[in-house]
């Protein structure tokens, strides 16, 4: 059954049909229902840790074990992840549209598992599949590392097989680490990927952390798009608290192009924090049920 309000799915799609200008902004409530956790409220929580203080550079410095483990855990899980409705349904809409454009908070590669076009789709936060090197003199970046675990030592931890009634199956089943309960191990530099290049760097997920720019090339690639055209016609604000920068600045730079603005989120709290206006859609619920219904 649907979960949309007929009115406002008619008028929303009057209003997307017609619109030659259109954004996506997209956030972590996307690939909630492919099973990957989001960073602010329920599963917010890595272990002990608030998900958002372990992306930071100084997190990275004080433990860069700590944090490798919660980013080599996070590439393990996105690789299990699928593309759900949702990653389907903006790729498919972004091959129909010209003039379409989707900013990716998300760093787990479902969008682009989906076939979202390349041109169409910019990584604002990076990819967990990225690695650099952390020297600050050391320029080494690679693309498209799937290699999982990156290195033997972030290998998830597996039942422990010293009960003889234990089946192998059973014995090889990994643990879940994102519980505090499951202990794992302290790693220092040793244990860590190193840079092919400079020799002496750690390598670190190629993530854009909290204090951090975000990649020059795709702030220059998106500021030309939308300097192309006066206007833009709407902005789809899709799983996302909206509340870090400057990805949710793009909430107000579309508005002050003309833009209208389409939430879907799970939660009637989380508006952009410019608000709603009128003539605004608030779609409550699944991405992944909501948005193949709204982009037919
Ligand atoms: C569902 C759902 C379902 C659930 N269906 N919905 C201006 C004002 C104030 C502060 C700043 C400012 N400008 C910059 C700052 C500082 C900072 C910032 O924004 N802080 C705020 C917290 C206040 N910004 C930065 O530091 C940025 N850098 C910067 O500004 O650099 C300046 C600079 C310039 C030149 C040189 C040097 C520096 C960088 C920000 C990087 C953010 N990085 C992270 C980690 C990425 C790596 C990783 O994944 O680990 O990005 S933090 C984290 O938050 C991640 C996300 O992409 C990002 C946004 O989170 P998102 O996606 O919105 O997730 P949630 O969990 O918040 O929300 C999920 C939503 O889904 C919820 O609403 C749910 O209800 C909903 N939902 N299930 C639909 N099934």
């Known amino acids: 059954a649907s979960v949309v309000p007929q009115a406002d799915l008619e008028s929303f799609q009057a209003c997307l049909n017609s619109s030659t200008r ?14 990957l956790p989001t960073f602010r409220g329920a599963g917010g929580l890595w ?20 944090v490798w483990q919660f980013y080599s855990y996070r590439r393990h899980m996105a690789l299990q992840a699928k593309p759900n409705p949702a990653h389907y349904a903006l790729a498919e809409l972004a091959r129909r549209k010209d003039g ?14 989906a ?36 290195v033997p030592a972030l290998a998830l931890p597996t039942q422990n097989g010293s009960d003889p009634t234990t089946t192998e199956a059973l014995a090889n089943r990994e643990l879940d680490i994102s519980d505090e309960r499951v202990s794992i191990p302290e790693l220092d530099h040793s244990h860590l990927p190193k840079c092919p290049r400079c020799q002496h760097g750690l390598l670190r997920p190629g993530v854009v952390w ?3 720019a975000l990649p020059k090339q795709v702030i220059g690639d998106i500021t030309s798009w939308m300097a192309d055209s006066e206007k833009i016609d709407l902005i789809m604000v899709i799983g996302t608290s909206a509340k870090v920068y400057p990805a949710a600045a793009y909430v107000d730079s579309a508005r002050a192009k003309g833009a209208r603005v389409a939430v ?8 952009p924090a410019s608000g709603m206006r009128d003539g605004d859609w608030f779609f409550q619920g699944d991405a992944a ?6 982009l037919k």
């Open 289 to 294: 049920q909501i948005l193949p219904e709204i």
């Open 210 to 212: 909290f204090g951090e």
């Open 100 to 113: 379409f454009m989707t900013l990716s908070q998300n760093v787990d590669g479902l969008s682009p598992r």
């Open 115 to 150: 076939n979202h076009p390349e041109d169409k789709l910019k990584l604002l936060h990076g990819s967990l599949f990225n690695v650099k090197c952390s020297d600050f003199f050391c320029n080494y970046f690679e693309s498209n590392n799937y290699t999982d675990p990156i």
């Open 22 to 35: 259109v954004i996506a902004l997209l956030g972590a409530g996307l690939s909630a229902s492919s099973g």
């Open 264 to 271: 879907v989120n799970m939660d009637r709290n989380d508006e």
């Open 47 to 66: 272990r002990t840790h608030d998900a958002t203080d372990l992306a930071t550079p100084q997190a990275f410095s004080q433990n860069p074990g700590l």
